[in-house]
């Protein structure tokens, strides 16, 4: 599979102006499982909301991008400095959260889409820097998959892309 090529800027995209969604509603997200190279451990990152609260490396996908792989990995560098290959993708995994919007549908009954839909992407790092867009606002932190699980407990769709990877688990 051909890697992306991001262009590694120093400023983080801002904003929804250019967010892509789903027919149904759902914003359309994507985002990395970056491994060790023994596949023990995964990187996971603080959330802007919570710095006690730790996530995988996911953002929108945009109107300027060509493909979720371009998104996940430009959302890779912003967010926690790393840069390397997508080794495979994880699938589309749906946000079990309640949808923020009700969209009533044409038939009289309602429509609740997906919050979201994550296009998930594996990835083997080539290089972890010490200055990203983020760095200032975020914490980067290697797990194992079980420490990994235990602080995902509040977000199943990233506990799949967790167990859709090839991460080595006990």
């Known amino acids: 599979m051909p ?5 590694l ?13 789903a027919p149904s509603g759902a914003r359309l997200v994507a985002g990395v499982v970056a491994l060790s190279s023994d596949k023990t451990k995964v990187l996971l990152i603080s959330s802007t909301a919570r710095q006690d609260k730790f996530v995988l490396p996911k953002g929108g996908f945009e109107t300027d991008e060509p493909t979720p792989e371009d998104a996940a990995m430009r959302e890779a560098w912003e967010e ?9 993708p994880l699938g589309v995994i749906d946000d079990p959260r309640p949808p923020k919007i009700f969209v009533p549908d044409v038939a ?11 296009y998930f992407f594996e990835m083997e790092i080539e290089k972890e820097l010490d200055k990203w867009p ?25 506990i799949e892309a967790l167990n859709r990877s090839s991460i080595i688990k006990p």
């Not at 800027?9 to 969604?21: D, F, I, K, L, T």
């Not at 926690?80 to 495979?88: D, F, H």
């Open 3 to 7: 890697t992306p090529i991001i262009a």
């Open 9 to 21: 800027s120093m400023v983080a995209r801002e904003g929804r102006e250019m967010q892509r969604y």
């Open 80 to 88: 926690a400095g790393i840069t390397g290959r997508i080794s495979k």
């Open 108 to 118: 009289g009954g309602g429509v609740v889409p997906p919050r979201a839909e994550y």
């Open 134 to 158: 983020e760095c200032e606002r975020r914490i980067r932190k290697w797990t194992t998959y079980q420490e990994a699980i235990n602080g995902l407990l509040n977000r199943p769709e990233l």
